[in-house]
Nanobody, 127 residues
Framework: QVQLVESGGGLVQAGGSLRLSCVVSGVTFSIYTMGWFRQAPGKEREFVTAISTSGGNNDYADSVKGRFTISRDNAKNTVYLQMNSLKPEDTAVYFC????????????????????WGQGTQVTVSS
């Protein structure tokens, strides 16, 4: 049974930092492309970032480029999202997601392309 469990969310002031973690169990983590999405109140879920199986390829939404960093530790079955210079508009529930890529190194930006999802962790940035 596949499980994705996010942690690390919380309340932070604008300009602050948080690091989210997502631990994956029930599958061979290293063969899965991982993504982070977020959903703000009243809005649709949106792509934040994704990372390839080896960690050698990644992609970011324009809104977070230069502030957020995705990484993974395949030995710990964990993907991370380091969030710096947080803004109030980053407030959302953050979800990690997983899928097996069709080709090596491929990453995905669309919600519909991911097979597995965590329950989410709340990030609130105060102004």
């Amino acid at each position: 049974q596949v499980q994705l469990v996010e942690s690390g969310g919380g309340l932070v002031q604008a300009g602050g930092s948080l690091r989210l973690s997502c631990v994956v169990s029930g599958v061979t983590f290293s063969i899965y492309t991982m993504g982070w999405f977020r959903q703000a109140p009243g809005k649709e879920r949106e792509f934040v970032t994704a990372i390839s199986t080896s960690g050698g390829n990644n992609d970011y939404a324009d809104s977070v480029k230069g502030r957020f960093t995705i990484s993974r530790d395949n030995a710990k079955n964990t993907v991370y999202l380091q969030m710096n210079s947080l803004k109030p508009e980053d407030t959302a529930v953050y979800f990690c997601s997983a899928r097996i890529p069709l080709t090596a190194g491929r990453i995905y930006r669309r919600e519909s392309e991911y097979a597995y999802w965590g329950q989410g962790t709340q990030v609130t940035v105060s102004s």
